[in-house]
């Protein structure tokens, strides 16, 4: 299917208008290279996917995360008939917003923060794609507006299309502590230009292919750098206690979207599905059986929504909101067993770690300090502070400057300004 099949004239729109620009490239096209240009995609080389860059020289960093995401949104898309520079810009955006130290770094900015709407990684996303990563700039307010992506692009990157406390009810019931969200309350200006004409609370079909993408992607990696660094033997899964752990890690974690049976089920049939690999001795040998694996697995949870979906939809362009990405309650269990061996065996073991409670203190040393001391800010955010209204204002630019550094950066600063 021809790219650009199924988009209109609004979702090829930018909220400032640009002057004419070369035919050679779509405007989705456009897109994509914007981010892939961006300084908030370079610095994801240096910050946290699970393991830190700096504990061991194969684990995956954010960006590296991010481009096996993009390759397999990519993928997606063209199956399923997305214009694959929409998929694949949102990819590449869709964890800009994280802060140093993964998501121990999320959670120290988000206490931080409880008093004037929170820190979330995909709110700072956005925030980035529409407001702190310099490319154009409004003539009539003289503000910027980021890489003033097109509404198809800028919609894809939203995965969570609600402010916080807004997420849709279910049963009745309020959005949890701690729910994820998509935008801050001083970024709805953007976030209303970037959803005009769609459903409240509802994904587009690219932001759902992104969405899948990510989770395919972290699920099977994460779990590979775990048997690589000797944390995970996929041969637990054969002890009724590691199964009990997997399923009440998951519901800890990830909720219950997934069901106890579902979990269970999964359980039994991945060790069957003849790529396991139990017993890893870090041989060349095992680590290509592993790789095998690992690809296995991502045709398998990528080929079963593309099945389930082109049955429910036919095989036409699937854009926008004319289609939901249907994933086999099957293929959610799955992965979801994987992101809890993850979260079993590496995330959750850490948190008690004296290194990860430091993390958090270096961050909130630092907000703390930049609040106190605000001639350390780099320019850009200096600026934006003299124009903040407020302290809490001001406390969301230095949270916007702590949130942009890099695992590194971030003890470099540390060091500069509190040793």
């Excluded at 069957?272 to 001795?281: E, I, L, N, Q, S």
């Excluded at 690992?294 to 079963?304: E, M, N, P, Q």
């Excluded at 993850?342 to 995330?347: D, E, G, K, L, P």
């Excluded at 400057?401 to 470099?412: C, P, R």
Aim: aromatic share 6%; with cysteine.
């Amino acid at each position: 299917m021809a790219a650009g099949v199924g988009y209109s004239d609004a979702d090829r729109e930018r909220r400032v208008p640009e002057g004419p620009k070369s035919p050679a490239r779509t405007a989705f096209e456009r897109d994509r290279a914007r981010i892939v240009h961006s300084a908030a995609l370079r610095r994801l080389g240096a910050k946290t996917q699970v393991l830190g860059p700096a504990s061991d020289d194969f684990v995956r960093t954010r960006l590296t995360h991010t481009l096996e995401v993009a390759q397999v949104g990519r993928e997606l898309a063209k199956a399923l008939g997305c214009d694959p520079d929409v998929v694949d810009a949102a990819c590449l955006a869709h964890d800009l917003g994280h802060p140093p130290f993964g998501h121990n770094g999320e959670r120290a900015l988000a206490e931080l923060t409880s008093h004037i709407g929170g820190f979330e990684g995909n709110a700072q996303t956005l925030r980035l794609l529409t407001r702190l990563e310099p490319k154009v700039f409004d003539p009539q307010s003289g503000a910027s507006v980021g890489l003033n992506l097109t509404r198809a692009s800028l919609d894809a990157s939203v995965k969570y299309p609600w402010g916080a406390g807004d997420l849709p009810r279910t049963g009745g019931e309020d959005a949890p502590a701690g729910a994820k969200f998509g935008v801050y309350a001083d970024d709805l200006a953007a976030f209303a230009w970037l959803r005009e004409g769609a459903p409240d609370g509802v994904r587009c079909v690219e932001a759902q292919v992104m969405d899948l993408a990510d989770d395919v992607a972290y699920s099977v990696h994460d779990v590979e750098d775990a048997v690589v660094g000797g944390r995970l033997d996929l041969g637990v899964l054969g002890d009724a206690e590691v199964r009990d752990r997997v399923v009440a890690t998951v519901r800890t974690w990830y909720g219950d979207g997934v069901g106890e049976g579902a979990l269970r089920a999964a359980m039994a049939r991945l060790p069957r599905t003849g790529a396991w690999v139990a017993g890893f001795d870090g041989s060349r040998r095992a680590l290509a059986a592993l790789k095998d694996m690992t690809s296995g697995l991502i045709g398998r949870f990528c080929g079963a929504a593309i099945e389930a979906t082109r049955a429910e939809y036919g095989n036409g362009p699937l854009t926008r909101y004319a289609a939901a990405l249907v994933v086999p309650e099957a293929t959610l269990g799955e992965i979801a067993v994987l992101k809890g061996l993850a979260v079993a065996f590496v995330m959750a073991p850490r948190e008690s770690e004296p290194l990860y409670a430091g993390q958090r203190r270096l961050l909130t040393d630092l907000v703390a300090e930049l609040f106190e001391r605000p001639e350390h800010l780099e320019p850009a955010f200096a600026a934006d502070w003299a124009q903040a209204e407020d302290d809490h204002g001001r406390l969301r630019v230095v949270v916007d400057q702590v949130a942009s550094l890099t695992d590194v950066s971030a003890a470099d600063w540390h060091v500069r300004l509190l040793a």
